[in-house]
């Protein structure tokens, strides 16, 4: 059994890149669009396209009411939410079964426990994985919170239950520090996510952000695809993905993905999904969250595998079987991610969108570009700010880096107030501790605040 | 090639940042607005500007933007010929374009009946007359209406959602069949307001 | 030992590609260009550009004195030919010699006798390889041509000895259609090629075009990477080629890897080079010719194996060994290249230039396009119609078909008096027979035939 | 970007460096919003020079973004716009590049002097003004030279190319250097025609 029509509960690069997919496979397409993208590429590529609602995300791509009557009045047999927007929405899932449609992810059980992230990481201790010393479950209150940061001992870090992709993060130095970060920590939760509850870890500031792929089908057979590595990141939010990560042993990228198909198995995990450690200079790993859902730098794995992740993930939620073992993943060369973002470094990377009088992306071998834009576009004010995923392939990682610093080189993005992230890019491609691979996750800020932001004008 | 091209000026007007913006629509700050009279003046004079611009500049042009201080202006042609520009002042399109219906509802629809008050949908769901099946409809042509009367309801996941009419006055067409699904800012009823 | 500036003898998506991996290499490129490609994209690319000439190439890309000139100029220590132009040219790798300038290709004595293709037949019968019967060498008359007809049956085919890329050959059903092809051939033959030397083979009718892609180091070390399927051509012009080649035997496969490692060998071949084979419906494979080039379509075998052609190129001519062995290549899913011509299908393939008011290539997963074109740009009337090739890759070959297939359409080509062979292809690619791979060389001109022109109309 | 767009038409028109191309407001702007008077001829002022560019920028134009002070003005066109008639319309055309001196020459240097008549180098090569070291130059400033005269040689590949004047006239200047490698099409002597 497969589908015949899928709605597409997106937009923007990652919308288009399913509905790639979808036509490889011979599945008709629907998009959802706020009047913010009528002349969007993804919705003039789809089958068939429906105004669910104005600009703002909250009445159009994350009106549940908008996305479920747009797949009944189409036909569409099953959804697929992309990332972010409604893709870890556990109730979004179940009214979707409610309404006979297929939800292409895990089950709503399964998204309800990985998205408490305190839950979860109590779950993933159960099945075995290492976890940092923390609170079990959330923090009920800052007098909790103090005697929990005395025993596991300071700097420590509060993080939003409900939060994830960086947001609703902040470390504490001290016990003083530890009541305002519970204070804001909470109040941002409950602003953001509708749920304040935060919890405790200890918070470790050299490490690298380590990620592992997975997937997982209704018959229970779960398989990895190998590690991410995303340590290039600024304030949480990444710039840069690898695979494989540099600087891992063998051993310790067996065991991560020991770890990772584990856990997965331990909460009956289907769909693809991603698993984030924490990996220390020595090696130890630590569990940090699960993403119940594609990711953006889910090509790095695509291009290191050749495996269409998208097109696992359609066939998975169809209740097919995957159609290889462990054994028969391979890994090939290295795969660099560069996400290009409208944003200008030389004023704090504020979103700088405009009209791309010249969109160029690069081409020639081992380049891959996901864009949802296209030269003449506007790029509306209303979204997030990345205009485009640069992907590479090369047989080592040192070609890749040259190969990326190239494709970059040739992506020509102009008009009137459009400033892009490539410059920025391309300087941090070009740090020796990245050449050598001894970056982690706090490289970008030491590096942006010794710099100082002025030299990044576009 | 499969993908439709077809050019509709609404979204890009909303993608035009002011020239301090940061990105989201630009709120009203009184602080930066310039006084109401300037204000008015100078998008008189960028309107005006818009006019000769199609004139003078050799060929078919497809967008001119055009800013004064405070106040900027775009217009981007849905076919390459310099029709009749729909002016748009951008910095707060983006913010209010949703409580606009005509400028929600499908552009030839706008441009056709620019005396007319379109009523739209307010959400995707199934359109309906009236208040159950058998009860007499809402509105029929030739009826007159008063703003904020009821003209059909929008039914999405079983909630029944009143559509409410703008303006005052007389039901020209009931454009929504009974039943048919209709997308988000679809033409439902079509009015002659009294002040037109 | 490597080179620091390289100058690029070759214009639009060649040019392109060969500086692309130059600097990924980092090394220094000098364009040259004739007036019609003084916008071009590959003029702009280059570190330096040197205006050569007028449109006409044989003023520009074909003028031995501007090229060595401008070389000399611009202190390049070496000069890669691209494919076409003078590339097969031996006299001109000698005076690049002569002036201390390394051509990247083999040596002039290689160049030589690969080129004349009545030769190089006896060279690798020598070597053991199967060729058809037919002339020892070139036929020098229309009598003797005659007497071999007999001798070896007809069909016959007769090929300009200069010729190659299916320019000069021609197909002789009987004695009498003999005499006016021979006439014709070495008429065409001394008029394009300046040397009216023929030769003669049996005429294979129904056949499949196999070429096997070879690597030579001047160490003497020589390995093939597999072959590619250029069945689908029209009148001996390539549209799509393959790889691996469908419905041939590991044994044949395998054969052809021998033979094309045996006959290098044979003739001291070095740098990147093709030996071109018939393989018939029994898989009999009968020798056709050797390319002493990099070829249009040597980026389904980098998508297929991951290597680098140019860049392996480069380093063979700075005299480095190859970096792998036969055992170390690998042979990973399949790929399809497809060309996309501004010709016009509907007026007999009439070249179709014109402005690229739109020009949008397609992306996403698996998607490869080298072009020498970008939106705004204009097609010079002056070369070859070729604006794009798009290469995809993926595990299987009908996965394959149906990435061509999204990403053909996804390719918006638009302008006053352009149209491109895009239909046409995603009509072949729809074939079943294509679909099968069961296609043969004859298999597009059928198609057309039956099937009239006036339905190709962009 | 590294790729050069100096030889790209469009790039070239609207990346062109206007303090606008940033997004961010031109420096040293007095008062946020001008006086009318101010703004109106401010306007008329760009809207000339879009006329302007048009007509002088080479090749094809797709949209020009200018910016005086408080005013800044876009237009996109629909299709490129065709380059002014004194310049090359690109493909067609090219084929008699060769024939006309003017055009082969860098397109700056064609414009500054339409007048004079631009003898340049017909390969590449090494240009140089005597027959020998030491012997007198073929040409000097002030010289007058006839249709065909040798004005002077190109080596290449130790081939000496004589180089003739494509019209009589005056030598207003030697432009390449004795001695200096040459690009074809590249300026060498420039003369005042006797028919200027």
């Not at chain 1, 304040?196 to 470790?204: K, N």
């Not at chain 1, 698993?275 to 969250?289: K, S």
């Not at chain 1, 998975?316 to 290889?324: Q, S, T, Y």
């Not at chain 1, 790029?379 to 392939?393: R, T």
Request: with cysteine; glycine share 10%.
């Amino acid at each position: 059994m497969s589908f015949a029509r899928i709605l597409i509960a997106n937009r923007g690069e990652i919308a288009l890149r399913v509905a790639r997919t979808c036509r490889e496979m011979g599945i008709e397409t629907v998009a959802v669009y706020s009047t913010a993208d009528r002349d969007a590429r993804f919705t003039a590529y789809a089958d068939r396209a429906v105004h669910i609602g104005p600009p703002p995300a909250r009445r159009s791509y994350l009106s549940v009411p908008a996305v479920i009557e747009a797949a009944l009045q189409t036909g569409a047999e099953a959804i697929h939410p992309g990332y972010g927007f409604l893709s870890e929405d556990a109730d979004f899932a179940r009214i979707c079964a409610d309404n006979g449609i297929t939800f292409i992810g895990p089950t709503p059980e399964v998204m309800e426990c990985v998205g408490d992230k305190a839950r979860v990481r109590s779950l993933m201790a159960e099945a075995g994985l290492p976890v940092l010393p923390g609170s079990e479950g959330s923090v009920p209150s800052a007098a909790e919170a103090e005697r929990i940061g005395a025993e596991i001992g300071y700097p420590v870090i509060v993080k939003a239950a409900a939060g994830g992709g960086g947001r609703g993060i902040e470390v504490a130095r001290d016990r003083a520090e530890l009541r305002d970060v519970y204070r804001r920590t909470t109040a941002f939760a409950r602003q953001m996510f509708g749920n304040g509850d935060v919890y405790l870890e200890r918070f470790v500031p050299v490490a690298r952000h380590v990620e592992v792929q997975l997937l997982g089908d209704s018959a229970g057979t779960v398989v990895h695809l190998g590690e991410r590595d995303c340590s290039l990141q600024r304030r949480n939010q990444k710039l840069v993905e690898e695979a494989p990560s540099p600087g891992l042993s063998e051993e310790v990228r067996g065991r991560l993905g020991e770890y990772a198909v584990a856990g997965a198995r331990h909460v009956g995990y289907t769909g693809a999904g991603t698993m984030e450690f924490l990996v220390g200079p020595g090696g130890e790993a630590t569990f940090m969250e699960i993403n119940a859902r594609i990711q953006v730098e889910h090509p790095v794995t695509e291009m290191l595998t050749g495996v269409d992740l998208v097109r696992e993930q359609i066939r998975v939620a169809a209740g097919e079987r995957l159609p290889f073992t462990q054994e028969q993943v391979r890994f090939t060369g290295a795969a660099i991610e560069c996400r290009v973002n409208a944003e200008d470094p030389a004023a704090g990377f504020r979103p700088a969108p405009g009209r791309l009088a010249v969109f160029r992306p690069p081409g020639g071998p081992g380049v891959r570009v996901d864009s949802g834009f296209t030269q003449g576009d506007a790029i509306p004010p209303d979204y997030d700010s990345m205009i485009a995923k640069l992907v590479v392939w090369a047989p080592t990682r040192q070609e890749a880096v040259a190969r990326a610093d190239r494709a970059l080189a040739e992506f020509a993005v102009e008009g009137p107030g459009v400033a892009t992230t490539i410059p920025l890019l391309r300087e941090l491609l070009a740090q020796p501790r990245f050449a050598a691979g001894e970056h982690s996750t706090g490289f970008v800020d030491t590096f942006m605040s010794e710099q100082g932001h002025i030299r990044w004008s576009a | 090639m499969d993908e439709r091209t077809a050019g509709r000026p609404a979204p890009k007007a909303t993608g035009r940042p002011a020239p301090d913006a940061t990105g989201r629509p630009a709120p009203d700050t009184p602080g930066r607005s310039a006084p109401e009279e300037d204000a008015h003046a100078a998008m008189r004079l960028l309107r005006e500007e818009v006019g000769n611009l199609v004139k003078t500049v050799p060929g078919p042009v497809a967008a001119i933007s055009l800013r004064l201080g405070e106040c900027a202006l775009e217009v981007t042609w849905a076919f390459p010929q310099p029709a009749a520009p729909d002016l748009r002042p951008v910095a707060v399109a983006a913010a209010d374009q949703a409580a606009r219906p005509a400028e929600t509802g499908p552009l030839d629809e706008a441009r056709e009946h620019s005396s007319s008050h379109a009523v739209t949908a307010p959400l995707v769901g199934t359109f309906y007359v009236a208040a159950e099946p058998g009860a007499p409809p809402f509105v029929q042509p030739g009826d007159r209406v008063d703003a904020g009367q009821t003209i059909g309801i929008v039914e999405a996941m079983k909630l029944m959602n009143p559509v409410a009419a703008g303006h005052a006055g007389e039901v020209v067409e009931v454009v929504a069949g009974n039943g048919e699904p209709v997308e988000y800012g679809q033409v439902l009823v079509r009015l002659r307001t009294d002040d037109a």
